[in-house]
């Protein structure tokens, strides 16, 4: 573990160092933010991703009105008001479990990102909204597919799917039993999806065995007429010690 946070970290040993005068030099004068920076980067408030931005085209904003109109925000420690759907809020920054306390998951969050949320243009990469029904027996999101994840020409790349789909079922399977990880992701790619459109991805609590969850899943278009992808996925809930393991 301290081995994964001095990489993390740059190369230096020490996380004291880091937040003072650094043990070893940097690789470059880039690496190791000043203070003033370190300071707005631990305690300004994050980004929600998942809210409407320029980029969003007419049908992506058609969808996140019609689930938000039905939707309670998440608020952390409020009881919903009982509608059918609650949009999850998304930040870029995941590291909650892995840190060991919330001071050292802010330090480290300061370099790392969450891997759909890190391309800064708006609409480039992945844009999306999940909402999760109340029971916790599905959920939707809304995904607009941007530029940057071409893999056949003018259509997405089946690895881009597979994140979003491991990102929503994971999404999912967490809000049923968190911390879990994904053990097993099958897909099936049935017809290919143009770049800039935007897509609906389902995912189904299929059954739950001890800490295993099983969960489907689906991407189709957005009135329901295409069949994109199918998948399956296996995540197993683990422990904090699993994760501090490395
Ligand atoms: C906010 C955005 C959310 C994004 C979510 C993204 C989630 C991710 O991408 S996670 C990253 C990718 N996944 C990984 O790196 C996981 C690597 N694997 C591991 O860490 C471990 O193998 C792990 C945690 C899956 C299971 O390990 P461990 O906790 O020791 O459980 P283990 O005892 O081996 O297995 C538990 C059960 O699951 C079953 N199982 C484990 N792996 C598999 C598998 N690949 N296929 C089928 N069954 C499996 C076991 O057979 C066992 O079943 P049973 O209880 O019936 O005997």
Redesign the pocket.
Known sequence: MARNLARILGGCGSLVPFMKTPACPPRNSSSIPPARTLVQMLFSKSRDFSLPNSSWGEEMMRLYEFYNGQSDVETEGEENQGREWKRLP?YNR?LKYATGGVYLSKIIQSKAR?F?RNIREPGAAFEYVLFINKEKERCVCVFQAGHLLEGPPGHVHGGAIATMI??V???H??AISAP?????LNIDYRSPIPLGSTVLIESTLEKT????LYISCKVTSTDGSKRHTDATA???S?SVA?LLKG
């Open positions: 998304s995941s969450l759909t491991d990102t079922t994971g999404t399977a967490s879990v990880m994904t053990a097993n065995e001890g800490r295993k296996l995540f197993v683990i699993h």
